[in-house]
């Protein structure tokens, strides 16, 4: 049996021949159901390729996105690229520099997110990866080890709830973690048993660290979440009972145990019940924790604004540029929240520049967002003169995407007349468009294209690569443009009709890609597309039978 890992390059061009003579889709025998297989094949073959032109962090997770996407017909082989996977991040850990350790981490962390679903062993060995070099609370990258195992917990709970309390386990050793309350919620509505085990070490751990916030998320578990205990709520009120009996005399909530006050005050029935010997000393610290100050004498605040013009109004009065820019955009927005569409863009329009700098990215998301659906709401009243009024006076790097918002939406209601005019336009701007997410918004065209006009497909995925390629040519500075955008390897999801329309055309087409990685990621997306018409057309011939390899 030949290695995947020992494919050739120079072989890949005799497959490409034998898999793929140079003739148009539309002269294949369509109802050949090993063609789509050998099209897999064949990306197979290029993205092993691919491989060993990415570099040491991006190789793996590669690896791990391949293995996904064959794991339902080829597990042996998916098997081997995990492992490839897992051995590429472990070597050479040991003399690596502290950038490169929080990259291998990050492409661990990524690949551990792809194998949960597959693979146990592969999953336990990640973890174990994380806890063999991770210090609790040392640092973001053992709060990010926490969340990845956590998260691979969450992936899993379903299918192997043990797996999850595994790794539920090894995140909690890892350091604080924003998805660990989410995990014990979904752990304790599955399976009780394991659901007590992790909250108990988690109490212990939340007791023996003085950690309070974690503390207040299993005091919401307990009380709050499913199959309540009240010996579980026991435990946990005598946990927090310390706490709260050595808050000092001095009120405020910034005193040790006046933390827990807040949260403990809803609670004092459940240590009446509960915990009836410490009950009175919480009482009176939760009191003393709570207690206005004596000595304020500031007048009671007054109401805040809550309608579009009162918030306008503390926006002409407010001090500083942060607190106008805070009232202008609630008012922007609560107009938006009223359907009062023209109304929350004459009020986006009227902010300064530096206004629009105190949003950070939120004025330019709102300001195509809100024309959009002005846009769509005059022409549900078949008014297309304001609605090109709105979309003119949208500003040119947003108005691309306020032509496809509105072209999705009018292909939705049926107006396909409507839609394509306005699809055309926002491909025309969207090729001047200079963003971050102007790949996403050539994805979203080309699924709409499918549908509208499948002709264009082609010509609009070549623009997509022609993008691609200059979002990532070098800037003044020597940096690239979004430069691992890729790190995950998410297979890019281009629609199956592209494929279906001219295979050995988007081959080349892709070929075309300049980045290794951004390549690698849409033939990932080719191969998925490849392998699930074939998984289609197996079914529907022969159900039950469609088991492949992958060479």
Same mark, same amino acid.
């Given at each position: 049996?030949?290695?995947?890992?020992?494919?050739?390059?120079?072989?890949?061009?005799?497959?490409?021949?034998?898999?793929?003579? #140079?003739?148009?889709?539309?002269?294949?025998?369509?109802?050949?159901?090993?063609?789509?297989?050998?099209?897999?094949?064949?990306?197979?073959?290029?993205?092993?390729?691919?491989?060993?032109?990415?570099?040491?962090?991006?190789?793996?997770?590669?690896?791990?996105?391949?293995?996904?996407? *064959?794991?339902?017909?080829?597990?042996?082989?998916?098997?081997? *690229?995990?492992?490839?996977?897992?051995?590429?991040?472990?070597?050479?850990?040991?003399?690596?520099?502290? #950038?490169?350790?929080?990259?291998?981490?990050?492409?661990?962390?990524?690949?551990?997110?792809?194998?949960?679903?597959?693979?146990?062993?592969?999953?336990?060995?990640?973890?174990?990866?994380?806890?063999?070099?991770?210090?609790?609370?040392?640092? =973001?990258?053992?709060?990010?080890? =926490?969340?990845?195992?956590?998260?691979?917990?969450?992936?899993?709970?379903?299918?192997?709830?043990?797996?999850?309390?595994?790794?539920?386990?090894?995140?909690?050793?890892?350091?604080?973690?924003?998805?660990?309350?989410?995990?014990?919620?979904?752990?304790?509505?599955?399976?009780?048993?394991?659901?007590?085990?992790?909250?108990?070490?988690?109490?212990?751990?939340?007791?023996?660290?003085?950690?309070?916030?974690?503390?207040?998320?299993?005091?919401?578990?307990?009380?709050?979440?499913?199959?309540?205990?009240?010996?579980?709520?026991?435990?946990?009120?005598?946990?927090?009972?310390?706490?709260?009996?050595?808050?000092?005399?001095?009120?405020?909530?910034?005193?040790?145990?006046?933390?827990?006050?807040?949260?403990?005050?809803?609670?004092?029935?459940?240590?009446?019940?509960?915990?009836?010997?410490?009950?009175?000393? $919480?009482?009176?610290?939760?009191?003393?924790?709570?207690?206005?100050?004596?000595?304020?004498?500031?007048?009671?605040?007054?109401?805040?604004?809550?309608?579009?013009?009162?918030?306008?109004?503390?926006?002409?009065?407010?001090?500083?540029?942060?607190?106008?820019?805070?009232?202008?955009?609630?008012?922007?927005?609560?107009?938006?929240?009223?359907?009062?569409?023209?109304?929350?863009?004459?009020?986006?329009?009227?902010?300064?520049?530096?206004?629009?700098?105190?949003?950070?990215?939120? *004025?330019?998301?709102?300001?195509?967002?809100?024309?959009?659906?002005?846009?769509?709401?005059?022409?549900?009243?078949?008014?297309?003169?304001?609605?090109?009024?709105?979309?003119?006076?949208?500003?040119? =790097?947003?108005?691309?995407?306020?032509?496809?918002?509105?072209?999705?939406?009018?292909?939705?209601?049926?107006?396909?007349?409507?839609?394509?005019?306005?699809?055309?336009?926002?491909?025309?701007?969207?090729?001047?468009?200079?963003?971050?997410?102007?790949?996403?918004?050539?994805?979203?065209?080309?699924?709409?294209?499918?549908?509208?006009? #499948?002709?264009?497909?082609?010509? $609009?995925?070549?623009?997509?690569?022609?993008?691609?390629?200059?979002?990532?040519?070098?800037?003044?500075?020597?940096?690239?443009?979004?430069?691992?955008?890729?790190?995950?390897?998410? #297979?890019?999801?281009?629609?199956?009709?592209?494929?279906?329309?001219?295979?050995?055309?988007?081959?080349?087409?892709?070929?075309?890609?300049?980045?290794?990685?951004?390549?690698?990621?849409?033939?990932?997306?080719?191969?998925?597309?490849?392998?699930?018409? *074939?998984?289609?057309?197996?079914?529907?011939?022969?159900?039950?039978?469609?088991?492949?390899?992958?060479?």
């Amino acid at each position: 049996m030949r290695k995947p890992g020992l494919v050739l390059f120079a072989g890949l061009f005799g497959l490409a021949a034998l898999f793929c003579p #140079p003739v148009r889709f539309a002269q294949q025998d369509k109802k050949s159901e090993d063609f789509w297989l050998l099209q897999a094949r064949v990306f197979t073959d290029y993205l092993l390729s691919d491989a060993a032109r990415l570099d040491r962090f991006d190789r793996p997770v590669m690896l791990g996105q391949l293995a996904a996407i *064959w794991w339902k017909d080829d597990q042996e082989h998916a098997q081997v *690229w995990v492992q490839k996977a897992i051995h590429d991040l472990e070597n050479g850990a040991s003399y690596e520099s502290q #950038p490169d350790r929080r990259r291998r981490l990050a492409a661990a962390r990524a690949l551990l997110k792809i194998t949960a679903r597959m693979d146990k062993v592969s999953s336990d060995h990640l973890a174990s990866l994380f806890m063999s070099e991770t210090n609790p609370n040392s640092g =973001a990258d053992d709060r990010e080890n =926490a969340n990845s195992l956590a998260g691979a917990a969450l992936e899993v709970l379903e299918r192997d709830p043990q797996q999850a309390l595994e790794l539920g386990l090894a995140s909690l050793r890892a350091g604080r973690c924003s998805q660990f309350t989410a995990l014990l919620w979904n752990l304790r509505a599955r399976d009780i048993a394991l659901g007590d085990v992790l909250f108990i070490a988690a109490l212990k751990v939340a007791q023996a660290a003085a950690d309070q916030d974690l503390l207040t998320s299993l005091a919401a578990v307990a009380f709050n979440g499913p199959a309540p205990l009240d010996e579980l709520r026991r435990n946990v009120l005598s946990v927090m009972a310390p706490f709260l009996l050595a808050a000092p005399g001095a009120t405020g909530d910034g005193a040790s145990g006046c933390r827990l006050a807040a949260i403990t005050e809803p609670l004092l029935g459940q240590f009446d019940r509960l915990l009836p010997e410490k009950a009175p000393f $919480v009482r009176n610290s939760v009191a003393r924790c709570l207690r206005p100050s004596r000595d304020s004498t500031e007048p009671a605040p007054a109401s805040p604004p809550k309608t579009v013009e009162e918030l306008l109004q503390a926006a002409d009065k407010a001090a500083d540029v942060s607190e106008r820019a805070s009232y202008r955009g609630r008012a922007a927005y609560l107009a938006s929240q009223q359907e009062d569409f023209d109304r929350a863009l004459q009020i986006l329009d009227g902010f300064s520049e530096e206004e629009r700098r105190e949003l950070d990215g939120t *004025w330019e998301n709102w300001r195509w967002d809100f024309a959009s659906s002005a846009a769509i709401a005059h022409l549900k009243k078949a008014d297309r003169y304001g609605a090109d009024k709105i979309i003119t006076s949208t500003p040119a =790097a947003l108005r691309a995407f306020v032509q496809i918002s509105v072209a999705n939406a009018m292909a939705d209601n049926g107006d396909q007349g409507t839609a394509i005019r306005y699809l055309n336009e926002g491909r025309q701007g969207l090729q001047k468009v200079d963003a971050d997410d102007a790949v996403d918004w050539y994805l979203s065209l080309l699924r709409r294209y499918e549908s509208l006009a #499948p002709n264009e497909g082609p010509a $609009v995925f070549h623009e997509l690569i022609e993008v691609m390629n200059h979002r990532d040519e070098p800037k003044p500075s020597g940096e690239t443009k979004n430069s691992g955008s890729y790190s995950s390897m998410a #297979p890019m999801k281009l629609p199956a009709f592209l494929l279906q329309r001219d295979v050995n055309g988007v081959r080349e087409t892709v070929s075309l890609i300049e980045s290794s990685a951004a390549r690698a990621s849409a033939r990932l997306g080719l191969l998925n597309s490849s392998l699930e018409l *074939w998984r289609k057309e197996t079914a529907a011939n022969k159900p039950g039978k469609n088991k492949a390899r992958a060479h």
